[in-house]
C-alpha cells in the first residue's frame, strides 16, 4: 500500500497517477476480454484496480464516468428513457430453405447485374440487440433496439458488461461520432449458473439465454446486471462521422476489434452464395459447441456501395438475409408430470410430452425444474406447450397455449413423500427434497460418497469411481455395508490386488472412530453441513442422546439452529429407514467419540480472509480473535479459505469465494461463530470479544 500523505504529491501527479493506472487497466480488459489473451495474473490486475478505487475514493474530484472503475452498476432508476437511434436498426427477412437463399442471390444479380456476388456470413447471434455509442471514442450512450428507431436507454447496465469498452482503443481512424450495432449474449453455461442461483434463492428463473440477457440489460438496478454474466458481440456499423471510410463489411469485421470492439470469431467472406450456404452448414454442426445461443446464420452483401443501390424495403434491407436453422422449439402436448429424484435428493418434476420432433431430435420428456416454475408457467397436465431445445440443454417446457384449453386439464402438485423411499418431503429454497437422506435408495451413491468423504468419516481410497464401481457391481447397497466388505470380495474387481483391498477394508475399520461431529455431517441430514454438525455435536452427549433427546424445543434452544434446520433434523431422526440404518452402524461397531476441543484452539486449521470495512470492531481486532481461537489469517483467497469475512464495500475477494465455493460471511455471522465458540450468552458482543483478545 501506498501512502500518498507522505510522497506529496501534487495534484497533477496524482491526477497523472490516476491516469496511468486507468489506461494499464484498460488496456488489460481488452486483452483480457476482447482478444481472450490476458498476459497479467488475476492478482496483479485486482491489485491494479484496487490501487485505483482507493485514488479515486481519496480523490473524488478527479472521479471520471469512463474509469474502468465504474463497471460496478450505478444506483437503480425508475424507469429508462426514450432514445432515438443514430440509425434505423432494421429487421433481416428470413428464410429455411436453401432454395430461398439462392433466389435471394438470383434478386441481388437482377438489380446488379450478373457475376458472382461476394456476401460476408456471419452466426446470427441469438441476444438482445442493441446500439451504442461513442463520442470521440468514449461510450456515451446504448439503448435496446426497440421498435427499430427508439429503443430503451441502458447506457448504465451496458457499461457493467465487461467485454464492452468505455473508451476505444487509441488509433488513427476512431470516428468522432460512432453507432455500432451488437448483440448482448450470456453464455450457456452462465445462463445454467444464474437459473441455479435464482432457483436455490426462490427466485424465478429464465426461460433460455436470451431471455436471461434481455431480462439482465432492463433490469433497474444496473448492480445486478453487473452480476450477470453477459457478453458482447459487434457487428456493424449502424453510423459514423469523421474516421476511417470503409468500402466493404469485411473490413468493418476486421477493424472494430482493433479499435476494442468484439466480433464473433466465426465469420466468413464468401466469393459467392455456394459458399455462405456451406457456411451455414457447417455452422449447423458447429452449433451444439458453442456456449452460447445461435439460431442461424446471416448473409450479407460485402460491397457497401452496391448496399446503397440496392436500398431496404419498409423495414428489412435488400442486402441481407437471415438463413435461419431448423426451428429448436415446437408444439406438443404434456401428457402427464412424474417426479424424478436425484442423486442429492432433489424431487425435478418432468413433463411427459407427446413425442414431438424438435430439430432433428424425438423429444418426449422435458425438465420443468421445480414447483416455482411450474407455477410461473401456469402449466396443467394435458396442456398444449411449446418445448425448446437449445445447445446441450435439456429441453424444456417454455410456454403453454391455455387458450386452447378444453377444461379437461388437471393442476399438478408435488407429493408430500419421496415416491422413491417414502420419506417426509422438505422445501428448501426453490426445492423440494426428500428428507431421506442417507437411507433413500435415489440418493444412495451419493450419500455414500458424502459418508466417506474427507471431512466425514474420512475413509481414505474410498471416492467417487470406487463407490459407483462397488454399488454397480453389487457389493454394497448402504453405507452399512461397507463394514461387511471383506479383502476377498474385493479382490474379484478389475485392478484390485491383494494389497489395495486390504488397504481399504483397514480405512473403513479405521473410520469406525471418528469424532462425533464428523459422524452427524456424514449423516447428510439437509441443511446440516460441517458448522452445524460441530454445533449439534457441541450440545448432544451422544448419538444415543440425538436420537432420544432430540426435540424441537431443545433444539430452537441452540443459538444457531433455526425452524427450518430444526425441522430438517426432526424430520431425519422421526423416519425409521434412518433410525435403523443408524442402529446398524452402531451393530457394526461405529462408535463415534466426542471430542472435547479446549475453546482457545476452537478455529485449528481455520483459514479466514477478511475484505471490506468491518463496523463492530476493526479489522485488526476480528484478526487478533481469529489467531487466538488457533485460527489462521490470510490476504488472499484460494480454495484452501475456509471463510470470507466480508464487511461495507466489499472488493474482488468477495466475488472470488463466490467463484471459489468459498464460504462468505458477514461481519455478524463472524461475530456468531466467535460467540458460539465462546459458549456464552448472546448478550454482550463486545465483552465476548474482549475476554478473547485480551
Ligand atoms: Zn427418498
Not at 23 to 36: A, G, P, V
Not at 96 to 103: D, H, K, M, Q, S
Not at 237 to 256: A, D, M, N, P, V
Not at 300 to 306: I, T
Request: glycine share 8%; charged share 30%; hydrophobic share 40%.
Amino acid at each position: 500500500m501506498i501512502c500518498y500523505k507522505d510522497l506529496h504529491m501534487t495534484d497533477l501527479d496524482i491526477q497523472s497517477k490516476i491516469e496511468k493506472l486507468r489506461e494499464e487497466i484498460r488496456n488489460h480488459n481488452f486483452l483480457y476480454y476482447t482478444k481472450s489473451n490476458p498476459i497479467i495474473s488475476d492478482e496483479k490486475y485486482d491489485g491494479l484496480l484496487r490501487e485505483l478505487k482507493e485514488l479515486e475514493s481519496r480523490y473524488p474530484l478527479l472521479m471520471s464516468a469512463d474509469s474502468p472503475t465504474q463497471k460496478v452498476g450505478a444506483a437503480p432508476v425508475k424507469g429508462f428513457i426514450t432514445v432515438e437511434h443514430a440509425a434505423a436498426m432494421l429487421s433481416l427477412d428470413s428464410a429455411l430453405a436453401e432454395v430461398e437463399i439462392r433466389e435471394f442471390d438470383k434478386r441481388v444479380k437482377r438489380l446488379l447485374g450478373d457475376g458472382d456476388i461476394e456476401y460476408v456470413a456471419e452466426p446470427k447471434l441469438d441476444g438482445l440487440s442493441v446500439e451504442i455509442v461513442y463520442e470521440n471514442g468514449r461510450f456515451v450512450r446504448g439503448s435496446t433496439r426497440g421498435d427499430g428507431y427508439r429503443g430503451e436507454d441502458v447506457t448504465q447496465n451496458l457499461k457493467t458488461i465487461k467485454s464492452l469498452p468505455l473508451l476505444l482503443q487509441k488509433i488513427d481512424g476512431i470516428p468522432q461520432f460512432l453507432a455500432v450495432r451488437g448483440e448482448v449474449m450470456m453464455s450457456i453455461t452462465g445462463f445454467d449458473r444464474l437459473n441455479k442461483n435464482l432457483a436455490q434463492n426462490g427466485q424465478a428463473m429464465f426461460a433460455n439465454p436470451r431471455n436471461a440477457a434481455s431480462g439482465s440489460i432492463r433490469q433497474l438496478d444496473s448492480k445486478i446486471t453487473a452480476s450477470r454474466p453477459l457478453d458482447i458481440f459487434f457487428y456493424d456499423i449502424l453510423f459514423q462521422q469523421g474516421g476511417r471510410q470503409f468500402s466493404g463489411h469485411w473490413e468493418i469485421l476486421k477493424t472494430l476489434p482493433q479499435w476494442g470492439l468484439k466480433v464473433n470469431p466465426n465469420i466468413k467472406k464468401c466469393d459467392h452464395i455456394e459458399d455462405a450456404i456451406d457456411f451455414h452448414k457447417n455452422m449447423a454442426d458447429e452449433r451444439d459447441r458453442l456456449d452460447y445461443e445461435i439460431d442461424g446464420v446471416v448473409i450479407k452483401l460485402n460491397d457497401l456501395v452496391a448496399r446503397r443501390q440496392l436500398g431496404t424495403k419498409s423495414r428489412s434491407p435488400r442486402w441481407a438475409i437471415a438463413y435461419k436453422f431448423e426451428p429448436r422449439r415446437e408444439k406438443t402436448k404434456l401428457e402427464d408430470i412424474v417426479i424424478q429424484v436425484g442423486r442429492t435428493g432433489a424431487l425435478t418434476p418432468v413433463a411427459l410430452l407427446r413425442p414431438v420432433d424438435v430439430g432433428g431430435v424425438t423429444i418426449s420428456r422435458a425438465s420443468l425444474h421445480n414447483m416455482d416454475y411450474i407455477c410461473k408457467l401456469g402449466v396443467k397436465i394435458g396442456d398444449k406447450v411449446r418445448v425448446e431445445r437449445a445447445g446441450d440443454v435439456i429441453p424444456a417446457v417454455t410456454r403453454v397455449y391455455k387458450k386452447e384449453r378444453t377444461g379437461d386439464e388437471k393442476d399438478f402438485s408435488l407429493p408430500d413423500k419421496c415416491p422413491v423411499c417414502n420419506s417426509v418431503v422438505i422445501k428448501t429454497g426453490a426445492y423440494h427434497l426428500c428428507s431421506g437422506g442417507i437411507s433413500c435408495p435415489a440418493q444412495l451413491k451419493e450419500s455414500i460418497k458424502h459418508y466417506a468423504s474427507k471431512n466425514a468419516m474420512d475413509i481414505d481410497g474410498l471416492g467417487t469411481k470406487l463407490v459407483d464401481r462397488l454399488v454397480d457391481e453389487g457389493l454394497i447397497g448402504s453405507v452399512v455395508d461397507l463394514y461387511k466388505l471383506k479383502p476377498e470380495q474385493l479382490k474379484s474387481l478389475e485392478g484390485f490386488a491383494e494389497k489395495s483391498s486390504q488397504k481399504l477394508v483397514s480405512a473403513i475399520e479405521k473410520s469406525k472412530n471418528r469424532p462425533f461431529n464428523r459422524f452427524i455431517y456424514a449423516l447428510g441430514i439437509k441443511n446440516v453441513g460441517r458448522h452445524l454438525a460441530e454445533v449439534l455435536a457441541a450440545n448432544f452427549s451422544s448419538i444415543d442422546a440425538l436420537l432420544k433427546e432430540t426435540s424441537k424445543d431443545k433444539l430452537m434452544q441452540i443459538n444457531e439452529v433455526g425452524p427450518e434446520v430444526a425441522q430438517c433434523i426432526l424430520d431425519f431422526f422421526a423416519n425409521d429407514r434412518n433410525l435403523e440404518l443408524i442402529n446398524k452402524l452402531i451393530a457394526q461397531g461405529v462408535v463415534p467419540e466426542k471430542e472435547d476441543v479446549a475453546i482457545e484452539n476452537i478455529l485449528a486449521g481455520k483459514r479466514f480472509v477478511f475484505t471490506g470495512t468491518l463496523t463492530k470492531l476493526t479489522r485488526m481486532q476480528a484478526q487478533d480473535a481469529v489467531k487466538k481461537l488457533g485460527g489462521r489469517v490470510a490476504s488472499a483467497v484460494s480454495a484452501a479459505t475456509d471463510y470470507v469475512v466480508f464487511g461495507d464495500n466489499p472488493g474482488s475477494k468477495l466475488a472470488k469465494a463466490g467463484k471459489l465455493g468459498v464460504s462468505t460471511i458477514s461481519e455478524d455471522e463472524f461475530l456468531n461463530l466467535i460467540r458460539w465458540i465462546k459458549g456464552s450468552d448472546i448478550t454482550d458482543i463486545r465483552y465476548t470479544l474482549k475476554t478473547i483478545i485480551y
